[in-house]
């Protein structure tokens, strides 16, 4: 028998303990957090209203297109700080707290008035810089990212981090907003909302999502990490 074994065995043990130990001072979330139906009431009572639009802010990237003249189109054209963009024929154009269809309107007459006679205009946001959500915690990429037109769902914004991570608790995953100078959460199960079991939220603008994180998956991971080096299954 190989007598290095026991000794290398009885650390492999230790590890083996010492995650079980962390399985119970491992972290969740606070009990003031609104779950099951409770989760989905706070976010609805904090959602956008009924039929509210989307308002361009300062670095948003709007597409624009001028049927039949492309030199008026383009696929990217970002706002500058103050929420105006420049424009051929136009110039500056003031876009800061409109809807895509008050400027349309706005850029339509103006390039009637300086050529056309019915302009035909279409812009949508591109991109966001004005509306994003934070997601952090067991995730494999976490970040800030932007709410495409200003709305996305819970698992959406997740696939953006690049989904959990290996040691992520599924049926831990919070979501935080502020409303009214006051912070409100409410606890997420992943696993329902990828089978359907239960709705994928919508968040909005600001939103924190938060991807609770195993100790013992972790434990574990590291440990089997670990066990090449010390041969711990090595026959004798």
């Known amino acids: 028998m190989n007598r290095i074994f026991p000794a290398r ?6 590890v083996v303990a010492s995650s079980m130990g962390l399985a119970a001072c491992q972290s969740y979330p606070d009990d003031s957090l609104a779950r099951g139906a409770d989760a989905y009431r706070t976010l609805e009572a904090t959602a956008r209203p009924e039929g509210a639009v989307y308002r361009i802010g ?18 990217e054209l970002p706002v500058d700080a103050e929420g105006r963009f420049d424009y051929p024929l136009i110039g500056s154009v003031d876009a800061a707290g409109l809807t895509t269809g008050e400027l349309t309107r706005r850029i339509k007459a103006r390039l009637d008035d300086e ?15 004005s509306q ?8 494999n ?56 079991a239960a709705d994928d939220p919508p968040l909005r603008g600001g ?22 080096f010390f041969n711990t299954f090595r026959a004798f």
Request: aromatic share 8%; proline share 5%; charged share 20%.
């Open 132 to 139: 994003y959500v934070t997601v952090e915690g067991a995730v």
């Open 115 to 129: 050529l056309y006679n019915d302009a035909r205009v279409t812009i949508f946001v591109k991109g966001s810089a």
């Open 141 to 196: 990429e976490p970040g800030r990212f932007e709410l495409p037109q200003g709305r996305a769902t819970l698992l959406e914004m997740i696939a953006q981090a690049q989904s959990p991570s290996r040691t992520a608790k599924l049926d831990q995953v919070m979501v935080f907003r502020m409303e009214g100078g006051q912070r409100t959460g409410a606890v997420f199960n992943l696993v329902d909302i990828r089978t359907g």
């Open 9 to 14: 065995l009885r650390v492999a043990l230790c």
């Open 58 to 75: 300062p670095f948003d990237r709007l597409s624009i297109s001028v049927y039949g003249e492309p030199s008026l189109s383009f696929a």
């Open 207 to 228: 939103d924190m999502v938060v991807v609770n994180n195993s100790a013992l998956k972790g434990a574990f991971r590291d440990f089997l990490l670990t066990a090449p």
